[in-house]
T-cell receptor
Framework: GQQVMQIPQYQHVQEGEDFTTYCNSS?????IQWYKQRPGGHPVFLIQ?????EVKKQKRLTFQFGEAKKNSSLHITATQTTDVGTYFC????????FGEGTQLTVNP | NAGVTQTPKFQVLKTGQSMTLQCAQD?????MYWYRQDPGMGLRLIYY???????DKGEVPNGYNVSRLNKREFSLRLESAAPSQTSVYFC????????????FGPGTRLTVT
């Protein structure tokens, strides 16, 4: 079955540093979604990527979908304490599969 | 517009007890989902309902049953709770199956002793 893997599992950064999390699928994805979950909260949808090689930006967040549509990345420029949380990618093939997430902590 | 609501927020059960987790959405979404989240793990799909009147198993359906009561409501039932079912349960909804973003409820934190 489909597997969606994320790395790293944890990332600790100093405020102002950049952060990147990577998502890899064992199969080609029709689209990929990214979610953020604050500590003690629920996942919140960030963005959906559909096209091969697609790049989308939301302020300091840059999302990319690989050319082969089997991988994706989320890059945060100049992290802030408000970026703390766990970031999940999710692939929708056959059944919805979430990656295990990357837990980001930001030291002020 | 409340979005997705879940009840209860917290629950403690003894092994063997049963309970139903309730979920409702007011966004007129077709699809609804139940996930569980364990520490250090992602979200695992238990059951989903692609549209009113249909339900299907997800990745971890054993020990659970669901009912899509109407377009708004999707309940999850534990018939005989086990300690392995201690988890945080999230309900979600989306406009359509696999196409639209999912909106999550606040979660139910369940402990089975």
């Amino acid at each position: 079955g489909q597997q969606v893997m994320q790395i790293p599992q944890y990332q600790h950064v100093q405020e102002g540093e950049d952060f990147t999390t990577y998502c890899n699928s064992s199969t080609t994805l029709s689209n990929i979604q990214w979610y953020k979950q604050r500590p003690g909260g629920h996942p919140v949808f960030l963005i959906q990527l559909v096209k091969s090689g697609e790049v989308k930006k939301q302020k300091r967040l840059t999302f990319q979908f690989g050319e082969a549509k089997k991988n994706s990345s989320l890059h945060i420029t100049a992290t802030q304490t408000t970026d703390v949380g766990t970031y999940f990618c999710a692939g929708p093939e056959s059944r919805l599969t979430f990656g295990e997430g990357t837990q980001l902590t930001v030291n002020p | 517009n409340a979005g997705v609501t879940q009840t209860p927020k917290f629950q403690v059960l003894k092994t063997g007890q049963s309970m139903t987790l309730q979920c409702a959405q007011d966004m007129n979404h077709n699809s609804m989902y139940w996930y569980r989240q364990d520490p250090g793990m992602g979200l695992r799909l238990i059951y989903y309902s692609a549209s009113e009147g249909t339900t299907d198993k997800g990745e971890v359906p054993n020990g659970y049953n669901v009912s899509r009561l109407n377009k708004r409501e999707f309940s999850l039932r534990l018939e005989s709770a086990a300690p392995s079912q201690t988890s945080v349960y999230f309900c979600a909804s989306s406009g359509d199956w696999l196409t639209y973003e999912q909106y999550f409820g606040p979660g139910t934190r369940l402990t089975v002793t």
